[in-house]
Structure formats: C-alpha cells, structure tokens
C-alpha cells in the first residue's frame, strides 16, 4: 500500500520452562502443560481480528518469539504460519525466524520446523562455558549446546546465536573463547551483547559478581575486534552478520517499519496513514489472553503517538543501526518535516555523536556507545526516557 511502511509480523509464546534470572522479557515459567492448541487458536482469533487494519499490506517477515516459542508443538506452529497464508498476504521471499532454547533442538522437530516453513533459527545460547551457564541457571552444558547448534546448522542456512558477555565470573579470555566457539559453528547471524542487571530480577536484587567496567570494555573492544577480523559486519549495536544476512525482522523495527503483535503481552505498531502511528500491547496474563482473543477487550494499551514520540521512537530505533538512516526516511516513516530535526542534529554532531553524509544521519562509534546520550537529544519532551530493544530471548 502506498506510502506505508513495510509490515512484519510477531507472535509471542509467553512461557518458559523456568524463568531465568537475567530475564525481564515477558515471560513465565510453566506450572502445569503447555495449552498449546488453546494458545494457537487464540492467537488466530487476534490475528483474525486485526487483519482488516492491513488490508493489501504483505508481510515481509515473521518472527515466533518470547518467552520460548520452541515450547509450542510444531503442528501448532504450522498451523499459524498456515493461518497468516490464509488471512494475510506474504511477500514472496518472507523471512520466518523462530526463537529456540538448545534443549528444543533436535533433528526431527528441525525438519519439521523447515517443512512448515521456517527458514531462519535463532538460538538462544549465551554462553559456552559450563560455570557461566550454571551462574545463569541455563540448564544445558556447552557441549549439549555445540550439538543444537550444529543439528539446526544442518537444516537451516540462516542460523543466529544470542550471546551474552560480561557474564558472572567470566574473564576476558573466556568472554573471547565464546566467541572463537560460536565462530567455530560458522552462523550466519550473531547478536551479542552485554549483560545488564534489569530492575525486577534476581540479578538485580542480589548481583551476581561480574567482571569490572574496564574488563567489560576490553571484552566489547577485543570481541568487535575478532568478529570484524572472522567477516562479521556489524549493522546495528549487538547484531553481528554475514554480508546480506541481516535479520530483516529485526531491521524493520529498526528502520521504524509497522509490526502486527499476536500473543499475551505482545506489542504492535500500525501506521494507519503516514504520521498516524497506533501502538498497541496485548493483555499479559496468558489465561486472560486466550479468553479475550478476537475482541477488542484482548488491547491492554492503545494510544497514537504524538509528533514528539514518533520523533523520539524514530531515533531510538533508526539511531541503533551502524549505517544510521537516509534523512528522507525520517519523514517516510513519520509524514513529519524534517525541520524539527536540524537543532538536534546540529547538537549530536557537535558533541561527536553523528555525523552527516550524503543525506544520512550515521552514529559515530561513540554515537553507537551513547545510544541514549544520542537519542534524549531528539526528546521534545522532558519527561521521556530512552530505552534499549535489544533483549536476550530463548
Ligand atoms: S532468557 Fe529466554 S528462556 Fe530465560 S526466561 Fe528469558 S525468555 Fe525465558
């Protein structure tokens, strides 16, 4: 549809086996078996619901996230992917990545995840090293998760490990030594980023002992370092890829695309016309959810972002990406002038946050460091806070 940014879809899988420490996702650990038919039926009935807001829009991708999707029994995941064909329009090349847990790996839920039509994995791995996968509560060694990734390796090209850095009880080297193992499993795609003590965790309330501000910069200098030397590029703050294998998922965030949100506590973003931007989140609580799915009752939140805030979520996402973003876009995704953005810009550059080339706005390496520094500089408002998107999931 003219005019309108391009349009992705999210499903979230609210549970997890056990909720990990670090963890401030939307998520909860299983009490009891997984509704799984219950939860995909009332995922369609949302999807069903909000189809007629994208009328002729395709979708260019899909992503199963949570929580720990790898949880929901692939006939269920098929049936999903088979409900958005049905209702919903799919881009020729759609890119449909599902979150796994290590332990949900194995050779047959692989192929049938591929038959589906799944074609990207991102797994959810951490760390390779046994003492830090226990100080983290994963439940798995480093050898069990080698296994899972090569068995996804063997079925899927497009692969991503989430990694974690700066961990409890980890030195440099070891920091470095993951890195050498995930380089060692040849994935297309790595996200790696540092561990942050989250408010609402056990982490936060009772910190683990983690390595000091200064080892943590040497492992984010020396870590680049050796990604860059393997043929990594990275694109955006902690997403490391091959050359042209970007997640487009997760690009379209950034690059302020739309995003239909299924799931309990699932969020979406919709431009209804170009500067009409509705963001809504979905009830959390997985029972409430599933009763309210396919009505209007099922929306928790809903409001339409005023020019400040389409200004102020435009930077904290396009600002993430490495090549940072065409001017024009800016006015693409918002339908506003790009007027209100010429005092900031001014501001980032002075203070070597930015620079400006040929018409795009790139962050510098510091720019990159001081992503919110960078961003409150666009913030009309004084009472809104930037935060991070990026979050580790599986
Ligand atoms: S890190 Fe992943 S597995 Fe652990 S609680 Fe969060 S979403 Fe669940």
Redesign the pocket.
């Known amino acids: 549809m003219n005019g309108l940014p391009p349009l992705s879809l999210y499903i979230h899988v609210p549970w997890?086996r056990r909720?990990?420490p670090f963890?401030d996702?939307e998520?909860r650990g299983l009490q009891g078996p997984l509704p799984g038919q219950a939860y995909a039926r009332a995922v369609v009935r949302d999807l069903c619901a909000q189809k007629a807001g994208v009328q002729g829009r395709s979708l260019c991708s899909i992503f199963f996230g949570?929580?720990?999707p790898g949880l929901l029994p692939v006939p269920e995941l098929a049936g999903l992917l088979d409900a958005a064909a049905r209702h919903l329009s799919l881009a020729a090349a759609v890119e449909v990545t599902l979150e796994l847990?290590p332990l949900d790996i194995t050779p047959a839920r692989m192929a049938a995840c591929s038959a589906a039509g799944v074609n990207r994995i991102s797994i959810?791995v951490q760390s390779f090293d046994d003492a830090v996968l226990a100080a983290l509560s994963r439940p798995y060694s480093g050898a069990q998760v080698c296994a899972a990734v090569r068995c996804a390796t063997e079925h899927f090209d497009r692969v991503n490990l989430d990694l974690m850095y700066g961990l409890p009880g980890q030195s440099l080297q070891g920091a470095l030594q993951d890195l050498r193992c995930a380089q060692s499993l040849q994935p297309e795609h790595l996200s790696w980023y540092p561990l942050s003590l989250q408010p609402g965790t056990p982490f936060h309330r009772h910190p683990p002992p983690l390595p000091t501000e200064e080892v943590q910069a040497d492992m984010e200098s020396e870590g680049s370092g050796y990604l860059a030397a393997q043929g990594y590029q990275r694109y955006e703050i902690c997403a490391w890829s091959r050359p042209g294998a970007a997640c487009r998922h997760n690009l379209n965030y950034w690059e302020f695309g739309d995003y239909l949100g299924l799931g309990a506590g699932a969020h979406g973003k919709r431009s209804v016309r170009p500067g009409h931007i509705v963001r809504e989140r979905r009830l959390r609580h997985p029972a409430r959810y599933m009763a309210a799915a396919g009505g209007d009752g099922v929306v928790a939140e809903r409001c339409t972002l005023d020019a400040t805030e389409q200004m102020l979520e435009f930077m904290m996402n396009a600002l993430r990406l490495c090549a940072g973003f065409r001017l024009q876009l800016f006015t693409e995704r918002t339908g506003l002038p790009q007027g209100g953005l010429q005092a900031p810009l001014a501001q980032a550059v002075d203070k070597g946050l930015l620079v400006l080339r040929d018409g795009w706005a790139v962050p510098t390496h510091r720019g990159l460091d001081f992503h919110n520094e960078l961003v409150l500089l666009f913030d009309g408002s004084s009472s809104s806070s930037a935060s991070e998107s990026n979050s580790?999931?599986?």
């Open positions: 997890c909720k990990c963890c996702l998520s949570g929580g720990t847990h959810g580790p999931s599986g």
